[in-house]
């Protein structure tokens, strides 16, 4: 603290100051000298008026030589101040705005947090009722009534699920994201998906495998989140796959991290849209999305989730062959054993 580094214009008008006073010197000494020489040679005529005529010059061009480059770094001392200043104001406008668009951005992701949380209420009890009404709890319904209720039932749960999608989205960007960490072992966590899952796989007649290395250690996550995560993946992977597909769970240890894998062998995606699909909203024209729907936010809230533990979820496709994505969570103890 307290120790200043001149700056290069600084430096430069000091350089100026010094060359000027130089300069001047120097056109001291050349009048004086002049006007000793001059005496000189009137007392005695025979001192040569050539030499003091050239003693002179050379003295005089000195200074000035001195003096135009005092001038030269007295100018570019003045334009680099000029410059460093619209830098600085450049700078200050810069971050001013940066400043407003984090306060935006945070305003936004607050009011779509509340307001997706308003909305949920109303829609909770519209689907419990059409689920009511389509039990025939209030009163018996015929077949074309039970369609519509069908109907309404449908689309609530459909506006239900995006509007889950838009409160977490909204909750990771405004850094509401609370994670409950706990060690537990993600066999478990894998078993208990695959026989959620199961069905719906089956319904596809499609296949799951899943392969977890022996003697995996157990990881130190937010058991819910992760459950969240790998049930995208894998519907992702059965939505994506033609009837008759195959999926897998892929889990193996790499260095302190579990590296978890859902592989399907379904429509792939291009390379130039592999990034694209994590975007909010993302969702790549295909028959596929057409006909299952989906909201496009599945991805994008997986990723931040996994970047929330430290971790990594990125894809590996080819086009018409199949995709592979894969994350990463931190292991509850490192390679030494020492717990996180
Ligand atoms: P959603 O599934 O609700 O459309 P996601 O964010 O989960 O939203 O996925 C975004 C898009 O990425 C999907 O619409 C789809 O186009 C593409 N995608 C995701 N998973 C796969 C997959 N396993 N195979 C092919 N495309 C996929």
Excluded at 38 to 46: A, E, G, S, Y
Excluded at 157 to 177: C, F, P, W, Y
Excluded at 182 to 206: C, D, G, H, P, Y
Excluded at 283 to 292: A, F, I, S, V, W
Aim: charged share 25%; with cysteine.
């Amino acid at each position: 603290m307290g120790q200043q580094v001149a700056l290069p214009e600084e430096q430069l008008a000091r350089r100026a100051g010094v060359l000027k006073v130089l300069s001047l010197g120097l056109l001291c000494v050349a009048g004086v000298g002049a006007i000793i020489l001059t005496i000189t040679w009137l007392f005695d005529p025979t001192f040569s008026i050539i030499s003091i005529l050239i003693l002179d010059a050379v003295v005089i061009l000195t200074s000035s030589i001195t003096y135009s480059y005092a001038l030269k770094q007295q100018r570019l001392s003045l334009e680099n101040k000029g410059l460093v200043e619209s830098l600085q104001h450049s700078n200050k406008l810069l971050s001013e705005a940066n400043q407003e668009l984090r306060e935006a951005t945070q305003a936004k992701s607050e009011f779509m947090a509340h307001m997706s949380h308003e909305l949920r209420t109303p829609l909770n009890v519209i689907i419990g009722f059409s689920e009511l009404m389509v039990d025939g709890v209030p009163g018996k319904v015929n077949r074309e009534q039970k369609q519509s209720l069908n109907d309404i039932l449908s689309s609530g749960q459909h506006l239900l699920s995006l509007i889950n999608d838009i409160l977490d989205l909204s909750r990771v960007e405004a850094g509401k994201m609370e994670l409950r960490l706990s060690t537990f072992a993600i066999r478990e966590l894998i078993e208990s998906i695959r026989s959620v899952m199961l069905t719906k796989i089956a319904q596809e007649n499609q296949g799951l495998d899943v392969e977890i290395e022996e003697g995996l250690p157990p990881v130190f996550a937010d058991t819910d989140r992760i459950t969240q995560v790998l049930t995208n993946l894998l519907s992702n992977g059965t939505k994506f796959t033609p009837d008759g597909g195959k999926l897998k769970i892929e889990v193996v240890r790499e260095d302190n991290w579990c590296q978890v894998s859902v592989i399907d062998d379904g429509i792939g995606i291009k390379k130039a849209d592999q990034e694209r699909i994590f975007e909010p909203f993302c969702q790549l024209e295909n028959p596929l999305t057409t006909e299952k729907g989906g909201t496009g936010l599945g991805l994008t809230i997986a990723r931040q989730i996994i970047e929330r533990h430290g971790g990594r979820l990125w894809v590996e496709s080819e086009y018409g062959k199949g995709s592979r994505f894969t994350f990463t969570v931190p292991l509850a103890a490192d390679n030494e054993g020492n717990p996180r």
